[in-house]
């Protein structure tokens, strides 16, 4: 594979990118079957220089995932730059730097939820332009589930068999999903309202009501980095579908990619988002 190439001169025109994620759907769909057939298949081959087991976590299923979408990427939108998970071959295709950035995470939750098959995962790829989410796809392979928005234009679902189709928000179920991690007394707290509490990848907590069953997510980052712009992917899809998205004590969550954010809490209700701000204040200082 040759070298990055220079990033395009001149300003790009946001309009060449609304049809984003439908070029890049069939790729997320067939990255989400490779990962889906290699389940209980692979074994980890951890990443050295890593601070955490859970960065540290890496199968070929990583590295076969993010080559289908970036080949896919290197067709139809060759300008932009990645934020990529891996450092896999064709990374080295794409400029350094551009206006447009696409996020890839293409297995998030590699360790908990893949390997140990602890709640979903999910296989993501985010555009942002001059840093602001534009486009967002985020599958859930075990579920047979897919999501994709572009901003202004409303969120869109589909299933294995399934057409796919706008969708929206709704309170169709008790089952809150949660960041691996959560303490147990905010568990205990959600718990007490009659939810069903499920571990799942960051992925799978920002498009947490659009999967049914599923009312509310809750995400609280552990680490001082806060939550990181692959997390943040599918919070545009669950504001297009007319989700409540927020963080703790009624704090607005950022718009932007880089605004520090340590807690997201997305709801179809009112009275959920509630739940889950006294969740977190059952372990926040």
Avoid at 175 to 186: N, Q
Avoid at 209 to 234: F, H, K, M, Q, Y
Avoid at 235 to 255: D, M, S, T
């Amino acid at each position: 594979m040759s070298g990055s190439r220079d990033a395009p001169d001149g300003p790009i025109e946001p309009a060449r990118y609304d049809a984003f994620a439908e070029k890049l759907l069939p790729a997320v769909h067939q990255a989400a079957a490779f990962a889906r057939g290699l389940e209980g298949r692979v074994r980890n081959s951890p990443k050295p220089g890593e601070s955490s087991a859970v960065k540290q976590a890496l199968t070929p299923a990583d590295v076969g995932t993010q080559e289908i979408l970036l080949e896919a990427l290197l067709e139809h939108f060759p300008e932009v730059c990645l934020a990529a998970e891996e450092d896999t071959e064709t990374v080295a295709a794409f400029p350094k730097d551009a206006d447009a950035q696409v996020v890839i995470d293409p297995i998030d939750g590699t360790l908990r939820s893949y390997l140990e098959a602890s709640g979903p995962y999910a296989v993501i790829v985010g555009l942002a332009i001059r840093g602001l989410y534009h486009s967002a796809l985020v599958s859930l392979p075990r579920e047979g589930l897919y999501f994709d928005a572009v901003r202004g234009r409303g969120a869109y679902a589909g299933a294995t068999g399934v057409a796919r189709k706008p969708v929206r928000s709704a309170a169709d179920g008790k089952c809150v999903y949660v960041s691996h991690g959560m303490p147990a007394a905010a568990a205990e707290v959600l718990r007490s309202h009659d939810y069903q509490v499920v571990p799942a990848c960051g992925g799978a907590v920002a498009v947490a009501p659009l999967v049914p069953g599923v009312c509310a997510g809750l995400r609280w980052a552990e680490t001082a980095l806060g939550i990181s712009i692959r997390g943040r992917v599918g919070v545009l899809i669950a504001r297009e579908a007319g989700a409540l998205v927020g963080a703790a004590n009624g704090v607005a969550f950022p718009e932007d990619m880089e605004t520090p954010a340590s807690t997201l809490l997305v709801a179809s209700h009112p009275e959920q988002l509630e739940h889950l701000d006294e969740a977190l204040a059952a372990v926040l200082p």
